[in-house]
């Protein structure tokens, strides 16, 4: 029975986890969204075919899989169950669905997915002895398709006929290079044509260099053309191949790019290039590591362009631009002068009081661009493999005076989709989040970096843990954090000790538990929020090694490796108050209450109370050797007799404390909050992310607003106020020397409160995926409104909640196939009369005549509750 209410599915979605320590089953899952015209609808059934063709899938034909009439909520994460599927082949998909009512919809509109190597099947070889690579060849009949499988060690550029192939840049994505390596696949069909055709490549050094145990560069290629008679011919990597030097004299990720443009070689890419003086390539041993897709991975591009705001010349022949937003990527130059003219363009965060550039921030990375011209009009240049993190570009050697449109800036990251959004009645609010979302995307460079300027640009796994929850509410991250988990269980030791950057260049074994707490806290994030159970049973095994290392590396239960702990609280760069062993104990009860949830959720019942019973010791053995007290109640021990926010929030966020002490911990935390601290905070980067969850949690969300809407020392208000537009490593405005980062993402976790806390937008852990959606959204003080949306994988979850006067009016959408319960905030009402559009539905009965998708109103002290299904409502709730 079909019915003008019901919509095909769409926003459909085809990803896989690949196996980093097997052969690759592709097994890809597939997911979509629901509409429907009605409130309180639940998908009750799907059906999707897979073909092998558009014909087919047109027909509604499934000649790979047709899944038949499966009976089923899910609506995501459903795996491919059909015929075996076959290297370098399109398939394409729908999928249908039946609601609650009996109805059926149309199929969706068709989507698709193209494997590559399902098995060891290349046949090209690694080359290398150059910057610059070519390959002649020649089509002599029809062609159907063609397709470029690339990868070039530490970064490539490619060419077909002339043309740049992609829009890809930085490729490819960070990994061990000994243990994985990501290839890319092009579709190169419309690039080619019958007669000669030419493929050339570029390559750049990335982070594939000897420091790290690499080394020398290289390159694998292999370009399938299949012809309309049905033949298949393979054209690979190998010594048929020449190579050069290139114009590119030198380029590093940390100290820019050096680029003679005398040295081009005019239509090296191109059919027709006599190529005599090149030498033929050499064959290299291959890198070690297993060639895997980069498939759905969001790999680096240009995301977009910023003009500068502002040109400055602080000395004679030296010219400042400022963009006006501290960010990630590089510059395009714009010049014309004699042949010969060397331009730099050094990068940087700061200025100097004088107006001149700080490059203290950058250490020891030269963070510079050269561009010698070749003395031809105007010629453009940016560079192919470095990038920057900054706000302003000096520019010197210049001929002439230059215009403020000599430089364009691109904005360069990993191209992970925006799904969220948060905006308040409060200013200071929105430019938090806004500063947030900048360095979010600034440090997501195909791993989640620690900043983007210095000579580090590591893989941190603590920065990473404590704002992967803002990142998974602002962008669509699953592929990109199941990549980076595939390469921490590349880089466990047999130990189970994990490194504290992954990819492990840096060789920080073991990892602080604070920073190693991101292989188990990460993927649980995926299984709440992407409602993938896969990924945690792909790593169960390591995370019950990583948690037996640290039960092996404590002392009864205390764990004694310690690093850094409450990394930067104000005024310090390791905390002077915080046992480094306070926070690595309170990790491993962390990882080891976790790893018995998840235990138990893959069916691993013994394992759960093994891991459960631990949790319990943990507990018992912290609160012996930090729990205290004196004559004003009892606290946790800081390191000296200094009180130490960090110390009591870290238990009191799980509920460690005995009952009878509480409340009175809790109180002696507000009591230095407000009395010592003057409504700041004193926590280092762990502290922080759990405080504010704290504070509302034990009913002073008033307090936690107060410390987040500070503009004094130290805050995010008093960064702002100091001209920030991202997060700074420290609460301090640091301008000479030492660490001072200001563009670090680990401040930024307090993102996250916003959509939970005053967005009101959360899980129910019992339904990931966003199956339950609690939605308590709240105004504290002078806050008048708040409007978050998050299109999750279940849809858009969207929640507006506005208050004036004795009147507070919530506007939701609850997508398809999903239930909430919402806590609608009273405030100054005491007596409540709730409408829903214009009719009233408490304290009137609710009935299903009356207000359909309404299950229940609950009025409470605080809050009226309200039981949803799915759909648009508009509620508005005054004094009876």
């Not at 097994?27 to 639940?42: A, G, M, N, Y």
């Not at 561009?371 to 105007?378: F, S, T």
């Not at 453009?380 to 993190?389: Q, S």
């Not at 948060?422 to 979302?437: A, C, G």
């Amino acid at each position: 029975m079909s019915s003008e209410n019901i919509f095909p599915p769409y926003n459909l979605r085809c990803e896989y986890t690949s196996n980093p320590l097997g052969i690759d089953i592709y097994k890809p899952r597939f997911s979509w969204v629901l509409r429907h015209k009605e409130r309180d609808i639940t998908q009750k059934a799907y059906q999707i075919i897979v073909a092998t063709s558009k014909e087919l899938i047109d027909k509604n034909l499934g000649d790979m899989w047709d899944s038949g009439k499966v009976e089923s909520e899910e609506t995501f994460n459903i795996v491919y169950d059909g015929k075996v599927l076959e290297s370098f082949t399109r398939y394409y998909w729908k999928v249908r669905w039946w609601d609650n009512k009996g109805n059926v919809s149309e199929y969706s509109k068709p989507a698709w997915f193209e494997t590559a190597f399902l098995k060891d099947e290349w046949t090209a070889k690694w080359i290398g002895g150059g910057q610059l690579y070519r390959k002649d060849f020649v089509i002599r009949k029809d062609f159907k398709k063609a397709r470029l499988y690339i990868t070039g060690l530490g970064y490539y550029e490619a060419y077909i006929n002339g043309k740049r192939v992609g829009d890809r840049v930085l490729d490819p994505g960070w990994t061990d290079y000994k243990k994985k390596v990501l290839y890319s696949v092009y579709d190169i069909t419309s690039f080619l044509r019958n007669g000669k055709n030419t493929i050339g490549v570029i390559l750049g050094n990335g982070r594939y260099i000897e420091k790290y145990g690499y080394g020398p560069k290289k390159l694998i290629a292999e370009i399938r053309i299949w012809y309309s008679d049905d033949d298949i011919e393979v054209i690979g990597t190998d010594q048929t191949w020449k190579t050069s030097d290139g114009p590119i004299v030198s380029d590093s990720v940390y100290d820019g790019e050096v680029y003679d443009a005398r040295l081009e070689k005019e239509g090296w890419n191109e059919p027709g290039y006599d190529d005599n003086d090149w030498k033929i390539a050499e064959l290299l041993e291959a890198p070690g590591g297993r060639l895997v897709s980069q498939a759905t991975f969001p790999v680096i591009k240009v995301i977009k362009k910023i003009s500068p705001v502002k040109v400055s010349s602080p000395k004679p022949g030296v010219y400042i631009y400022d963009f006006g937003q501290n960010f990630t990527g590089w510059v395009r130059l714009k010049v014309s002068g004699p042949r010969g003219t060397r331009v730099t363009m050094r990068y940087s965060e700061l200025l100097y009081p004088d107006g001149t550039l700080n490059v203290e921030p950058n250490r020891s990375a030269k963070a510079t661009d050269v561009y010698i011209l070749k003395g031809e009009d105007i010629e453009y240049y940016e560079p192919h493999f470095t990038y920057h993190g900054f706000r302003y570009v000096e520019l010197t050697g210049f001929p002439g005076t230059p215009s403020i449109d000599t430089l364009e800036a691109r904005v360069v990251h990993s191209s992970v989709e925006p799904i969220g959004s948060i905006v308040t009645s409060n200013e200071l609010i929105n430019q938090i989040h806004k500063n947030i979302i900048w360095g979010q995307v600034s440090n997501l460079m195909s791993v989640p970096t620690d900043c983007p300027q210095r000579d580090e640009r590591m893989g941190w796994m603590g920065d990473a843990q404590l704002s992967a929850e803002e990142a998974i509410y602002n962008f669509w991250m699953p592929s990109f954090y199941e990549k980076w988990i595939d390469d921490m269980l590349l880089a466990q030791n047999e130990d189970g000790s994990v490194p504290d950057v992954v990819p492990p260049y840096w060789k920080n074994y073991p990892a602080d538990p604070a920073w190693g707490t991101a292989f188990i806290t990460i993927p649980w994030y995926l299984y709440l929020y992407y409602g993938d159970k896969r990924i945690l049973e792909k790593i169960y095994e390591g995370l019950k090694k990583w948690v037996d290392f640290l039960h092996l590396k404590s002392e009864d239960y205390i764990v004694k490796i310690v690093k850094y702990g409450d990394w930067c609280p104000p005024m310090h760069i390791r905390s002077s108050d915080t046992p480094e062993e306070l926070t690595s104990t309170w990790y491993f009860y962390h990882d080891s209450l976790l790893l018995s949830k998840i235990a138990s959720i893959l069916g691993y019942e013994e394992d759960s109370r093994k891991y459960s019973e631990l949790a319990e010791k943990i507990k018992e053995a912290f609160n012996k050797k930090y729990l205290t007290e004196d004559k004003r109640g009892a606290f946790y021990k800081g390191k000296t007799f200094e009180y130490s926010q960090t110390s009591n929030v870290l238990p009191l966020y799980f509920n460690m404390p005995p009952r009878d002490k509480s409340d009175q911990i809790f109180s002696r935390l507000v009591n230095d909050i407000i009395v010592k601290r003057s409504k700041h905070l004193n926590t280092g980067i762990i502290g922080t992310r759990f405080l504010f969850d704290v504070l509302a949690n034990h009913g002073k969300i008033d307090l936690a607003y107060e410390i987040a809407t500070q503009e004094s020392y130290p805050s995010w208000g008093y960064m702002i106020r100091e001209g920030a537009t991202t997060v700074w490593e420290r609460w301090e405005y640091l301008v000479y020397g030492g660490m001072n980062s200001h563009n670090h993402i680990m401040f930024g976790s307090i993102d996250a409160w916003f959509y939970k806390f005053l967005g009101g937008i959360n899980i129910d852990e019992k339904y990931p995926g966003f199956r339950r959606i609690v939605l308590k959204p709240n105004l504290p003080l002078d806050l008048k409104w708040v409007h978050a949306s998050v299109n999750t994988i279940s849809g858009l979850v969207e929640i507006k909640t506005v208050k004036r006067d004795n009147v507070v009016e919530v506007e939701v959408n609850i997508p398809v196939n999903t239930k909430a319960t919402l806590y609608i905030p009273k405030y100054s009402i005491h007596k409540s009369k709730l409408y829903e559009g214009e009719t009233l539905v408490y304290p009137d009965k609710v009935t299903e005549e009356k207000i359909k998708g309404i299950h229940s109103i609950v009025e409470q002290e605080d809050v009226v509750v309200v039981e949803l299904g799915s759909g648009r409502y508009s509620f508005c709730l005054k004094e009876k």
